[in-house]
């Protein structure tokens, strides 16, 4: 693991406990993939992305897409960010109401 901060900014390895170490070498799994390919396929900032409910992510429509609020959007105006099929797609599993 790289040390990203402080005196040993840039060290190859910092002490870490091994409980530690696997929380973070584990902890992003497959949200974490799914939060890296949802950033990158819609143009959204982490901020923007960590502020949307479930009620702002609409997958029925013909073309889903998130709903982002204009006050949690950097230029504040409020936008809809189409999602490709494969983002959009219902997770195997999930059950709608």
Known sequence: MTIRRGKREGEAIGKLRAETRRRLENGSGKSGALIYKTLVLTG???GELASITVGQVV???A???LILNAADEKNREGSTHSLRADLGRRPSGVACR
């Open 63 to 65: 073309t889903p897409c």
């Open 44 to 46: 959204l900032r982490k």
């Open 59 to 61: 997958l029925d429509a």
